[in-house]
T-cell receptor, first 111, second 114 residues
Framework: QKEVEQDPGPLSVPEGAIVSLNCTYS??????FMWYRQYSRKGPELLMY????GNKEDGRFTAQVDKSSKYISLFIRDSQPSDSATYLC???????????FGKGTRLSVIA | ETGVTQTPRHLVMGMTNKKSLKCEQH?????MYWYKQSAKKPLELMFV???????ENNSVPSRFSPECPNSSHLFLHLHTLQPEDSALYLC?????????????FGPGTRLTVL
């Protein structure tokens, strides 16, 4: 079983839809969880960063961590065509251990 | 310049060539990273430098040779590469010390090995 599983998509939604992106993981030692957004021909940019379980909201984005299920989610409300990108989840045990990334989910928001 | 910059953005090389990738960060960070991104695969960590000292070498073949002359600059020297080394090579930086989590990435160098 891979450490981090992420459905690569592609996922295509109409503008204004609520998008749910997910990752599952196998290592219960992970405590730090991140979502990166990567536009075509660009490097990933950090979108959300959470520690342990719970929710974190930033504008239209909500990150959710369920450590008991080893499951993390990123919700995008009122999705826009500018949200079209690949979304990568990443996680680590602690601040001084390497990040483990998912493969990324490619999202297209259609106007 | 702001953030993390990488040059060149695109590189085509033959298997016998020697080339170098350059990364520069303008964020005052102390840790720098090289990653390989291939289609349909997760980001693969290659090397980590923390305060100019190499702290991770993720079983990378010796045809890839990193160099970190100072906390702002990172190089990846390439020689006798294979076609399967074609990928996007990403540089990242973070605060360093015990803070590896909030990494900031450059735009990458798209490498094609013929």
């Amino acid at each position: 079983q891979k450490e981090v599983e992420q459905d690569p998509g592609p996922l295509s939604v109409p503008e204004g839809a609520i998008v749910s992106l997910n990752c599952t993981y196998s290592n219960s030692a992970f405590q730090y969880f991140m979502w990166y957004r990567q536009y075509s021909r660009k490097g990933p940019e950090l979108l959300m960063y959470t520690y342990s379980s719970g929710n974190k909201e930033d504008g239209r984005f909500t990150a959710q961590v369920d450590k008991s299920s080893k499951y993390i989610s990123l919700f995008i409300r009122d999705s826009q065509p500018s949200d079209s990108a690949t979304y990568l989840c990443a996680m680590s045990h602690s601040g001084n251990t390497p990040l483990v990334f998912g493969k990324g989910t490619r999202l297209s928001v259609i106007a | 310049e702001t953030g993390v910059t990488q040059t060149p953005r695109h590189l085509v090389m033959g298997m016998t060539n020697k080339k170098s990738l350059k990364c520069e960060q303008h964020l005052g960070h102390n840790a720098m990273y090289w990653y390989k991104q291939s289609a349909k695969k997760p980001l693969e960590l290659m090397f980590v430098y923390n305060f100019k000292e190499q702290t991770e070498n993720n079983s990378v073949p010796s045809r890839f040779s990193p160099e970190c002359p100072n906390s702002s600059h990172l190089f990846l020297h390439l020689h006798t590469l294979q076609p399967e080394d074609s990928a996007l090579y990403l540089c990242a930086s973070s605060q360093g010390g015990s803070t590896y989590n909030e990494q900031f990435f450059g735009p990458g160098t798209r490498l094609t090995v013929l």
